[in-house]
């Protein structure tokens, strides 16, 4: 028994070699850098889509103003995720290019595009929905306890 399990820390060992042989050495400073030039350009041009918006129509109303930004930016998005390009920003911005409204959408955009084999209802529908359910489910609870404890500490002044 000792002598297979000498083999097994054995082979375990020259795994974990390999491993650390072949696995990318990253700089945290230059990651958060990149995560934050990354995130912060996103902002910057949802901030300019915005300005443009309201540039063209100085009536319309902050909300929808926002939510037309919104719109563009998912889009965009879903864009660049069935081109390839987003792919290459994610390498480059790490966590900075996973802003939640453009993150959200190459995560269901890529969903569907991976199971796109499996047909129109139980590949493409089905999983893009199974990354959209999760969230909303999170979204409806977590802001549920929000609001209860909101009450709580409202409520008793």
């Known amino acids: 028994m000792s002598q297979n399990t000498n083999a097994v820390k054995a082979r375990n060992e020259r795994y974990n ?13 230059k990651a958060l850098f990149h995560s934050f030039a990354v995130g912060g350009l996103t902002c910057v041009i949802g901030q300019g889509i915005g300005d443009i918006v309201k540039l063209i129509s100085p009536t319309m109303p902050n ?16 864009l660049f995720t069935g081109l390839g390009f987003f792919d290459v920003i994610a390498r480059q911005g790490g966590a900075g290019s996973f802003l939640p409204i453009t993150g959200f959408a190459n995560a269901m955009a890529s969903a569907s595009m991976e199971f796109k084999t499996e047909g129109l209802i139980f590949g493409t529908s089905v999983k893009l929905f199974s990354v959209v359910g999760p969230v909303v489910v999170n979204g409806i609870v977590w802001s549920t306890v929000a609001g209860l404890i909101n009450l709580l500490i409202l409520g008793m002044k």
């Open 63 to 78: 909300d929808m103003v926002s939510n037309i930004t919104s719109m563009i930016l998912v889009t965009v998005a879903i």
């Open 17 to 29: 070699k390999y491993v650390e042989t072949v696995t990318p050495k990253t700089s945290i400073p």
